[in-house]
């Protein structure tokens, strides 16, 4: 089966404790998406990447780091300097260009003690 | 600068039908999604429009007006299942990204 798949679904961290989020898709998409989701609030892009070995910041980039060493993976690591960790982290990833549909994991809820 | 606007909530019987409302300014408009999300789930594809007019897939429907920076989704014979956040995401010329509204939450009543 193709999808993509985020672990873990719930995670609990120490607060001055980096953590990295996992995402791997097996849909053989080129792009591939960070979103941060907080309630009631819609998804605010956190870092993308058109190809391996390249990614962009998006809007809320600061205190996030990522990598794409292979098209299948596009891992997030929260850093101590994020503010406000706690949130539902969504990874996307969809086909080159922007006219495609994006396809979700489901998520992974980080929260900071 | 880039803006989204959806109602926060809506209310609908089972049975009738209801229309979420997009509108959107940007530069460069390229296209228009919209997302179904259950609480806590991740957002699944309903319908992309990207020429003026209306897309019909089912119970649901998706009007886009370019010139007026508007778009709408419609959904017909409302199921207690279509309890869920309802999604506008906007793409631009010139950018891979995809910017989401803050969405509108739909409660389906018995």
């Known amino acids: 089966d193709g999808g993509i798949t985020q672990s873990p679904k719930y995670l609990f961290r120490k607060e001055g404790q980096n953590v990295t989020l996992s995402c791997e898709q097996n849909l053989n998409h080129d792009a591939m998406y960070w979103y941060r989701q907080d309630p009631g609030q819609g998804l605010r892009l956190i870092y993308y990447s058109q190809i391996v070995n390249d990614f962009q910041k998006g809007d809320i980039a600061e205190g996030y780091s990522v990598s794409r060493e292979k098209k299948e993976s596009f891992p997030l690591t929260v850093t101590s300097a994020q503010k406000n960790p706690t949130a539902f982290y969504l990874c996307?990833?969809?086909?080159?260009?922007?006219?495609?549909?994006?396809?979700f994991g489901p998520g992974t809820r980080l929260t900071v003690l | 600068g880039q803006n989204i606007d959806q109602p926060t909530e809506m209310t609908a019987t089972e049975g009738a039908i209801v229309q979420i409302n997009c509108t959107y300014q940007t530069s460069g408009f390229n296209g228009l999604f919209w997302y179904q999300q259950h609480a806590g789930e991740a957002p699944t594809f309903l319908s992309y429009n990207v020429l003026d007019g209306l897309e019909e897939k089912g119970r649901f429907s998706s009007f886009l007006s370019r010139s007026k920076g508007y778009s709408y989704l419609l959904l017909k014979e409302l199921q207690m299942k279509d309890s869920a956040s309802y999604l506008c995401a906007v793409t631009t010329s010139g950018t891979y990204k995809y910017i989401f509204g803050t969405g509108t939450r739909l409660k389906v009543l018995a």
């Open positions: 996307a990833s969809s086909s080159a260009g922007t006219s495609n549909e994006q396809f």
